[in-house]
């Protein structure tokens, strides 16, 4: 059994099952997707920062958009060393990563399977497939951050952290993977590298909303950076306007914090 025919046994089973049920054709606004993550999706629209990760979303996943998400798999980090540059020459590019080869359709397939166990609350058969198809294509770092926050909700944080770290390896452009990640070192004590995990998500995508406001809480209610904190904020405040009036709360609660206070716990936007 070729890896291009079928991932694994439990991976055919399961898109059995859910083709079935007529339901492989899932929406893709999600960073599910590949490149991002069935996590974040919701069922109606993608998140802002989802739309970024692929190529514009069709109303319906057939397979040819499928295939299409597939060929728009964020490109990897360029490894090679910079050239030297001559004295007064202009500074050279490393050249760009060649682009991903589409995944074989079984994979694709797979991928959709896992994703609708997990959308339906089937979190042991997700993890499952989660498991089987990362057997087969272990570099998937949507794989990789799905099994992470399943993990995450079932309250294995060693697990979450060491999937969601991978994701972030293998996917270092995603926000989306790195926001998950802060999470779960938040929730591990882990507070200074939680922050870590936030910026570098944030160096790569300076407008993502969830990670702005996810540092802030982490700055202002565990590190006790109250400026840092406020920037973050004000970021978020403009990002999520949904949100604004309650982060605009926060802000002037911060603001006029006595020393003594006691801390309200916020919770971290997924």
Known sequence: ?????????????????????????????????????????????????????????????????????????????????????????????????????????????????AVTLQRAGRADEAASAWKALLREQPELAGAHANLGLLHRKAGRLDEAIVALERAV???????????????ALRQAGRFAQARQAYEQGLAAQPEHAASHFNLAILLDLYLGDRDAALTHYQRAQVLLPEQAPQVQRWVAELKNRK????????KEKE
């Open 1 to 113: 059994m070729s890896r291009a025919d079928s991932p694994s046994q439990a991976i055919a089973q399961a898109i059995a099952q859910v083709m079935r049920r007529g339901i492989v054709a899932f929406a893709v606004g999600m960073l599910g997707l590949f490149a991002g993550c069935a996590m974040f999706a919701k069922p109606a629209a993608p998140p802002p920062a989802a739309v970024a990760a692929v190529s514009a979303p069709a109303p319906a996943a057939s397979a040819p958009d499928i295939a299409r998400i597939v060929a728009a798999l964020p490109e990897p980090e360029p490894r090679a060393a910079p050239a030297q540059a001559s004295p007064g020459a202009e500074p050279q590019q490393p050249p760009p990563a060649p682009p991903l080869p589409p995944l074989p359709a079984a994979v694709q397939q797979a991928f959709a399977a």
């Open 259 to 266: 020393p003594d206070a006691p801390l309200a716990l916020r």
């Open 169 to 183: 390896q293998l996917s270092p452009r995603q926000a989306a993977f790195s926001n998950q990640f802060g999470i």
